[in-house]
Structure formats: C-alpha cells, structure tokens
C-alpha cells in the first residue's frame, strides 16, 4: 500500500504541475488572444464543429464532441482514418474543425488538414509543438505548455491528455455562456437519467388542478381535515372570491391546533373554527417554470413536504417531495 500511494501521489503532483503551467501559460498573449479568435471563430460558424484526433487524443476529441453537442454547439467525431476514406465529405464549407494533436506530427490528420486548406474550412489545433507541420497549417494554434507525463516513463499520454480535455472543455463553457445557454435549454440535450429529471419544469409533473384540495377561508375546521383525508397531500390550499391562494393548512397545523385547544370544546374546535383562523399566510410556492432540481432544493431547505404550484396568484397545480424523488430528481 504504501507504495501504491506513492505512486498516486506521484502522478497527481505531475498532474498538478502540468495544470499550474498551463494556467501560466493561459496568463501569456499568444495563447490568450489565440483563444479569443479560437472562441469567436467556433461560435461565429453557420456549420458543425468537427472534432478530431488519433489514439488518445482521439478519445479526448470524441468526449469534446459530446460535450459540445450537449451544451448548445453543434458537434460531431470525424475518425481521422475514416476521414481519408469517404469522410470527409461529412464537412461543408460552414464547418470549423477542431483538431487534437499533442505532437502536431500526427500523419493520419494530414488529409483532413489538406482538406481544411483545400476547402477553406477554419481549422483550430489544440497542441503541445507550436513549430510543427499541423501548427503550421492551422488558421488557429492553441499550444499548450511541454510537461511531464505522469507515466513514470514520460511516455503514455496522461498529463498532455488531461490538458487538452481541460481546454476543449473550457472553450464549451466559454460558448456555453456566450449563447446564453441556460438549464433549460440543458434538458433539450438531457431529458434522460437524473440530469433530465432535475432540469424538467414543474409544471409537467405537477399534479393539476383537478386534483387539488382548495376549500374557502370560511371553511370549518372539520372541512378542512376532510379535504386533507380526501387527498392524501398532507396540504390544503385557501383561496379567495376570486380563486387567489391566501394561505395553507397542513396536517401540522391542524395537530398543532389540537393541541392548542385539547381543554375546550370539541365542537369550537371543529365546526365553529375555520380555515382563515389557522392557515399559514404567504407559504412557500413554486412557478409551472421552476425546474424540478431547483424546486426539490427549496422544499427541502424550507422543510416543507408539499407546495402548490401558482400562477399570476392562481393555484394551477400542487408538487410533493415524495412526488419529486419518485421522478428520479435528487
């Protein structure tokens, strides 16, 4: 064991070093305004972001892909290899291509560089040689410091391959946040698993009005208990003359009531005590728009179980935490 923590501890502070470059080097001109034109150029595109690069780098390209497909730039993996062979037709002129290559050496992207220049297909490199022949050939080199491998041997791309996930990565938050691409727009891209179900509105999952349990501010006490038996919510809402949400009452409120009131007169308490006498003023609500993650998080830090959902002061629908996390939200 100690050995293996050595060798862990090895390879983070390798990582870590590579990263500390990189940032210095994010602090100098060339690499910085190279990023700006990198950024202006891909968001400025009428096409698809082709995203490519061999071995390891491949991998990283592929990933790249999808994390710009999935935040609002259109993207797509071109194999270089496949490239040479029939795809390279998937490229319009619109197009800009996105090209990793730690060396800038890599003979298998050379057609699809040629291609780019043929063409006049904007071509950005992501790499660690400034001075090679794919450095050469871009219209945008974004070079990234030399560093050590955390192989041992300074040989498997590990430290080269982390940094250029990092910077792909960065220039799809950067595009992200000047499209305005919001978490709504998110759940276009992931309406699956947990993400999607924490960026759905609550308006498509609430329960809707038809199930609601609404009784009047004049309601007696006893019609208030029959309405939160009747639903099952542990909640009732009050609404007013013109079907505006006043107030609340929970289970809570009405054990509290009870116990408030366990020396008096049952039928006071029932039949002669009503809903406006005990309800909650101003409770705690939610909008059809809010999206479930967000809403889940305020139920749970205003430690309520249910709310309704209201618009322009309406009750149009009612959201249960037990409701939420059935929905996958957590």
Known sequence: MPDTLSAIDTAFATFREGFAAAEEALKQPELNEALAEAVTTISGMRGRLIVTGLGKSGHIASKLAATFSSTGTPAYFVHPAEA???DLGMIQSGDVVLMLSWSGE??????????????????????????????RAADIALV???????????????TSTL????????????????????????????????????LTAVGQIMHDRDHLPLVEPDTPVIGVIAALSAHNFGIVGIVDTKDSLVGVVTDGDIRRYLERNSEGSMKVAMRQ???????????????????????????????????FVLQDGKPIGLITVLQLLNSGVA
């Open 163 to 198: 940094l250029q996930l990092a910077l792909g990565d960065a220039i799809a938050v950067t595009l992200l946040q000047k499209k305005g691409f919001t978490e709504s727009s998110f759940h276009k891209f992931h309406p699956g698993g947990k993400l999607g179900a924490a």
């Open 84 to 86: 040479s062979h029939g």
């Open 273 to 307: 005590t009503f809903a406006k006498d005990i309800m909650t003023h101003n409770p705690a609500c939610l909008e059809p728009d809010r999206l479930a993650g967000r809403a889940l998080n305020m139920m749970q830090e205003r430690r309520i179980s249910a709310a």
């Open 144 to 158: 990234l410091p030399k560093v050590r491998e955390a192989c041992p041997h300074n040989l498997a791309p590990t």
């Open 106 to 135: 890599t003979r298998e992207l050379s057609d699809l560089a040629s291609y780019s220049r043929r063409f006049k297909v904007p071509l950005v490199l992501i790499t660690g040689n400034g001075a090679s022949a794919l450095a």
